[in-house]
């Protein structure tokens, strides 16, 4: 009678024990789902502008490590470059994140210290998004564009926070160690109201913000004609100026200004790979190793 009893107890104890565990499941797989679908609700367009360097993959792959964490996200690169490279080519596929690989050179007469950094490639990927857009972010869901240069830090609560972005309207957020400041942010009282921005470049500019500090809905974005001028300082404000939207429509993310989701942050590296020190004796067979392809990937010639 007792190990009859004892076998109705161990049969009650792993029918409950099996119940418990179907409804943590169900609750868990419910809540994944919840989050992906609202996540879903809205697709981020990223675009990136990049250029060759020693850090450009090392810059490359931790924002990789970065997007690769956040659903319903498109990835649109830019080399300046005439043509699309292998390492970028690699690294992308690498990625998993959903992705267009672009190449547009600068001009030479536009570059220089005060023509600004990656305009012709913002722009092309620009292009590319009016024209394209539509095979990526269906007819019944929102997107919102954001500008994610290769050398800076982002939360991955950032992304979640852009996507609140409503389609026809910009939003803003402080971004940290900046230069000069320590913080670019907008400036609002606890209204919610705009009453400036704290940046360390005033310079007459009407929209003082970093080019990580603000996301745009893609409506808005579509209605307008706005691309970057080759004019260092200003390439953020021109831009948002040509968006015609009014300042009381901006949306002020990351907890009302609050929180620093974005860093301007500097890859501390070396030059590209060099083999003047390599022995005489062996650089007869340099392209018969591994040498070869490090400096063919890594070390690429002006292009």
Known sequence: MAGQWRQRQLCVLVLLSAGIYVFLLNQFTDSIRMWTTRNAATTILVLTPTYPRPTQIADMTRLCNTLMHIPSLFWVVVEDAYNKTENIAELLEFCSVPFVHLAKRTPRNLTGPYKGRGVTNRNEGLRWIRENVHTIVSDNRSAVVYFADDDNAYDIRLFEEIRKTDPNRVSMFPVGTIAGTGVSSPIIDQDGSLLGFFDPYPAK???????????VGLEILLRS??????RTGALEDYFLRDLHFQEEDIQFLADRCTRILAWHVKTSGGPFIKLITLADKLKPFVNNTNLFELVRLYSPVPR
């Open 205 to 215: 500019r009407k929209y003082m913000v970093d080019m990580a500090g603000f996301a």
């Open 225 to 230: 004609g706005a691309k970057f001028v080759y």
